[in-house]
């Protein structure tokens, strides 16, 4: 595979990684000091720079994401479906009762099948 065919999206994983910084409540200070990951390097990346691997793998590592659901690859088949994911994700919350699951499930798939790209 050529590296015209494969590409890291660094916005979605920084997205992410802004994700889990929101939900665990810490700064992105907090951040650089548990991965040692410069600021100026999660400055750039909040800019849409691709992070060093060093410091991609310290930051999937503090998030527990993995990096490789962030590549872009020609014919690659995203699995499981996205809202099922995120769905599955939010079931798995401790931090959430059943009901508040219930309500953020019905929020979520209405605004999924209203701003997906294919919604009629």
Do not use: C
Request: charged share 25%.
């Amino acid at each position: 595979m050529s590296d015209s065919e494969k590409k890291f999206n660094a916005e979605g994983f920084y997205a992410a990684l802004a994700h889990t910084v929101e939900s665990r409540g810490v700064t992105w200070r907090q951040v650089s000091k548990d991965t040692a990951v410069s600021a100026t390097t999660l400055t750039r990346m909040a800019q849409g720079r691709s992070p060093d691997a060093a410091s991609q793998a310290a930051l999937a590592a503090w998030a527990n994401l993995n990096p490789a659901d962030f590549v872009d690859r020609p014919g690659r088949k995203t699995v499981p479906e996205p809202l099922a994911a995120a769905l599955t994700l939010l079931r798995a919350d401790p931090k959430l009762k059943p009901a508040a699951v219930v309500a953020l499930e019905a929020v979520i798939r209405a605004t999924y099948k209203q701003l997906r790209k294919d919604a009629k």
